[in-house]
Nanobody
Framework: QVQLVESGGGLVQAGGSLRLSCAAS????????MGWFRQAPGRERVFVAA????????RYADSVKGRFTISRDNAKKTGYLQLNSLKPEDTAVYYC???????????????????WGQGTQVTVSS
């Protein structure tokens, strides 16, 4: 079992930055890929970014490439999503997730993730 808790969301003006955190507990091993997804009001949840177990390999949605950075600190059992150059269209609830299978071409798919956090709200004002 892995429990995930996101934090760091908030209200920010367009062009601003936020750093989201995803703290994991309940499992001693950090041998899982981590992903971030987001769900805007009235829309489906979509992939944002994913990172391999080691943190070496990452993948991003085209909409956030060059603006968002995913990382992880396995010693702290915490994943991060740095959000820069935020736009109003980035407004959403952001979720982190863990995939015990590890990182691969499937890491953009929601259905492969085993555990999810409760989400943190990011609101970007224009």
């Amino acid at each position: 079992q892995v429990q995930l808790v996101e934090s760091g969301g908030g209200l920010v003006q367009a062009g601003g930055s936020l750093r989201l955190s995803c703290a994991a507990s309940g499992r001693t091993s950090t041998n899982y890929a981590m992903g971030w997804f987001r769900q805007a009001p009235g829309r489906e949840r979509v992939f944002v970014a994913a990172i391999s177990t080691s943190g070496v390999t990452t993948r991003y949605a085209d909409s956030v490439k060059g603006r968002f950075t995913i990382s992880r600190d396995n010693a702290k059992k915490t994943g991060y999503l740095q959000l820069n150059s935020l736009k109003p269209e980035d407004t959403a609830v952001y979720y982190c997730a863990a995939d015990l299978r590890g990182f691969g071409p499937w890491s953009t798919r929601q259905d492969v993730y085993d555990y999810w956090g409760q989400g943190t709200q990011v609101t970007v004002s224009s």
